[in-house]
Each structure stands twice: as C-alpha cells, then as structure tokens.
C-alpha cells in the first residue's frame, strides 16, 4: 500500500472543557482533493489548525509524506510543503496585486526584509526569483494584466483567487482552504473550482478543504471526512458520504448543508 501524504491518527484536541477534536483519524492520498465538511462548530478549523501548527493537539498524531509533524510550529509546517488560506480575506489593501505576492515570498527568502534593504547580492536575487515566480503565477490565474492593480479594486472572486496565489507563490504540496467558496457567486465558484483542479494537474499539488457548499464539495473531493462535534462520523468517496445515514441525520439534509439534497446535490 502506498504511503498517504497527510496521515492524521487519533488526534485529540482540549480547549479547558470543550473538546474540539475527538481522537479523529483520516488519511488523504498524494495528489488528492478531500475535503472536511460538519455543521458549525464540529472542529473542521480546529483540524486545519493543528495540521498547519498554530494548536499544538492534546495527543494525536500528525505525519506528512511519513514524517513526524505533530506539534511543529506554523514556520517549520510550512517549510514541509504545507500552505494554507484564510476564511477571511487576508491580503495588505496598499499593496499591489503583485506586491500581495511577493510579500510572501520574502518571509520564504533566507535573506530577510533588512537585508533586503540593503540589497545583498543574494538579496537581489531572491529578488529576481521572487518576481519571475510571482510573473508565473498571475500568468497562470490570467492576472497579468492586474500586478500594478489593489486588491480592493477587484470583484470579490478575483481577490480570493489572490489568496490563492499567495499558497501558489509557496510551492506547496499540500494546501488547506479554508471556505474558499465563503461570498463568491455561482460564477465565481465555478471560476475557482476550476483553478483548483488545475493547479493540482498542473503543479501536482493536493488540497484538503473546509467548505459549507455541499454541491462544490460533492463536485470536487475524491474523499470527504465528515466531523460532528468533534467526532469523524464518516469517510469515503462523495457518493459513499451522501449515502450515510449519519451524515444526512447530523448535516446534509439540513439547513447546514446550505438547502443541497442530499442524493442530488
Ligand atoms: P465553523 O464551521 O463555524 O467554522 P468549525 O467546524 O470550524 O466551525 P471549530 O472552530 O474548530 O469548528 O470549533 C470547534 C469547537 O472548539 C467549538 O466548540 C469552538 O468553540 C471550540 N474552540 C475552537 N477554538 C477554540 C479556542 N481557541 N479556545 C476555546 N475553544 C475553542
């Protein structure tokens, strides 16, 4: 059996008296989409937490392409190949579409801001290395046209796709989205659905996502983990999940799972 690319083993996670996580285990696949769905409240940003080191889990297990990662800080997780984005827009309004990007890659480069400043020679490099993969990533998103332009001057979807970009920049293996569809137009969803399934055909890259639209997830995941109160309910291919009756009677079917059927959606 091939080596999953993130393993998580019965991870447990304690907030004083609530537990957010309930010795949840699940595996994802190299190259994959799953995605993680459950009602309000059921840990889904608890997981993307402790995967990415901003918690460090009560007890538990976390592995990334077989190594250790449990409890490592977020900069370490990030250097493994694991990037993430924000449920809310998280991008600096002054700066340019370009800039957005290449702030990013700075807090990658080892010469560091000051450094920088005074423009080593490696600096300048970086620099240089910093901008061409910026260029490759908005030729990709078809946002050449928009480097000089601010974020705030485009529609909701485009500055989410930014977002996007900015794990792009990283050349991560693995992404976490967090509500990557949240305010977007039917339009704008399906504009990023595709983004998503070419950056993995493109770039190799796999995606775990947080999502309340049942339909974009039914549409997109190869596997989906079902979280209910801290608890893995279900784990299986979209049909298998659709068809679970604790996962109709906990989510789908509800007015959680954002009015889709739960046999058609
Ligand atoms: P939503 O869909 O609303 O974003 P979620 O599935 O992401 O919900 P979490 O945000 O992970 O759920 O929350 C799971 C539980 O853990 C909730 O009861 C929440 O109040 C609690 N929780 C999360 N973070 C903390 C924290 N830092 N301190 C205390 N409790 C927390």
Not at 118 to 140: D, G, H, I, K, N
Not at 217 to 230: A, T
């Amino acid at each position: 059996m091939s080596q999953a690319l993130l393993e998580v083993t019965s991870l447990l996670m304690r907030f004083q008296g609530i537990t957010a996580l309930d010795t949840v285990s699940f595996t994802m696949d190299a190259g994959s989409i799953t995605s993680l769905i459950g009602p309000n409240g059921a840990g889904k940003t608890t997981m993307f937490n402790c995967i990415t080191g901003m918690y460090r889990p009560t007890s538990g297990k976390v592995a990334f392409d077989g190594a250790d990662i449990t409890g490592e800080a977020a900069h370490r997780v990030s250097r493994h190949g694991i990037a993430r984005t924000f449920q809310n827009l998280a991008l600096f309004g002054g700066l340019t579409v370009m800039d957005n990007l290449l702030v990013g890659a700075y807090r990658q480069g080892s010469s560091g801001l000051l450094q920088g400043a005074f423009l080593s020679r490696r600096a300048r490099a970086e620099q240089r290395a910093a901008v061409a993969s910026a260029t490759e990533v908005l030729e990709f998103l078809g946002m050449l046209d928009l480097a000089d332009v601010l974020p705030g001057e485009l529609p909701y979807g485009r500055q989410k796709e930014i977002e996007f970009a900015r794990a792009l920049m990283q050349k991560a293996r693995l992404v976490l989205l967090d509500e990557p569809m949240a305010g977007m137009s039917t339009a704008e969803k399906t504009a990023m659905t595709a983004l998503i399934q070419r950056a993995r055909r493109q770039f190799g890259m796999s995606f775990l996502i947080v999502e309340h639209d049942i339909p974009v997830i039914m549409d997109i995941s190869d596997k989906i983990v079902v979280l209910d109160f801290g608890r893995k309910i279900a784990e299986g291919t979209p049909r298998e999940v659709q068809a679970n009756e604790a996962v109709i009677a906990a989510y789908l079917g509800t007015e959680h799972g954002a009015g889709a059927d739960p046999v058609t959606a």
